[in-house]
């Protein structure tokens, strides 16, 4: 069984940059493919499918999409999101990809979106997969929740009142957008724990120290991990804008740019953000009762080890691991109560749900022992996830609920990749 290659396809005919773009792929873990935009070979393609497609051209044109028509039908069957990079775009270029970026973009927010974009479509294929689960091994079909009106996005604004923050904020309120404005760091991240946003947007035209500050305290946090971060500027050299997406920032917004321009990219990160958010909720718990642990709403012993068996048999078709993450948790005070032992199990549970994505399989199957499943990837390949999960873990502040006193805990991680072809894979 072979580990799965994290490869990107790029198709471009903009020369400029294009070391760099594949440098920000490398750099977090994806082995990127560059062909002409202008080829006409597919045995020039991957054997195995990329995980995505990234055009960038000059201009967009209907033999551009022909050509994307023909690579994914080197690869039937496979959903593979396209990410389109141009200078310019008409409303018809939108229906054409999964998502655009206009340029000027450094390297970084290219590769982020498209990391971005595969989530997405890991997501939708996950989503099957457990519903196929639920109707098969408990007898649930589920029915998708009528779609209502959405909510207003709701950004939160950290920095200085400068004359050009105030005026992002007035633009962004005219289109409906509910802003909460914080002018220190200390009062941002009392509204961040206690309210949810789709977006933060952070002043750093004076000085950017506080923003990259809170970025980077976010990138710790299991619950604001995901929270898109943009960062008003000016003009930025390369190397800042290298240092700020290495603190976590999404975008870097232009002041000097039009506020059509940087109110299009606030929302577009928020309306990003929202999409992953609520097909994360409602797809969650699917199963109510029946498949989840009531205290933590993580998935129960009994789906988790049905709907695994699944997930196996689908990656092991194509040939690709799967591995499982166990969490062992145990009390280091031996004196606290049984009360406060069962809260500090509920409390990780629960931020264990918040640090992965959708498509990995969190289950509750025991009071002290959790499990991850990750589709598609080695243990070797998740070290860096591991030592992120361990870490916000092991640093995370638990309380007894009843009291306040801090409680603390043990965490034992053991990790195993179901590669054995014909294994029966089940948690323990």
Partial sequence: MNERMKSVLILSDVPEAQAEIEHAFEERGFAPISLNLGYRESENLPERPPLAILVRTKNFSDQIQKIITIVKACYVGINIPVLAVMASKSPSVEHNFDSVLMEPCHPAQIALRTIGLIRLANMEQE???????????????????????????????????????????????????????????????????????????????????????????????????????????????????????????????????????VSARVLEQANFHRMHQTLKHEFGMLGGDLCTDTATRLYNKSFFNAHLTRVFKFYDAQDLPVSLCLIRVSPEDGNKTDDAIAASYQQIGTMIKNLVRLQDITARLAPNLYAIAFPGQSAGQLQPVIDRIESILQCATLTDPMTGVTLKIKLELTMTTLNVSGASASAA
Avoid: C, W
Wanted: overall charge negative; cysteine-free.
């Fill in 127 to 261: 989503i099957g997969l457990r519903l196929q689960t639920l109707e098969d091994d408990f007898g649930i079909v589920h029915a998708r929740p009528e779609t209502n009106k959405p909510d207003p996005f709701n950004i939160l604004f950290v920095g200085k009142a400068s004359p050009e923050f105030m005026i992002v904020i007035n633009a962004l309120q005219r289109k409906n957008v509910r802003v909460v404005a914080a002018f220190t760091s200390f009062t941002a991240f009392d509204y961040l724990y206690e309210q949810t946003f789709d977006a933060v947007v952070m002043n750093g035209l004076s000085t950017m120290d506080s923003a990259l500050s809170v970025t980077q305290t976010m990138r710790k946090n299991a619950k604001l991990y995901h929270v898109p971060a943009l960062l008003l500027a000016g003009n930025l050299s390369t190397q800042k804008q290298d240092a700020v997406y290495r603190s976590g920032m999404n975008d870097i917004l232009d002041a000097r740019a039009s506020l059509d321009d």
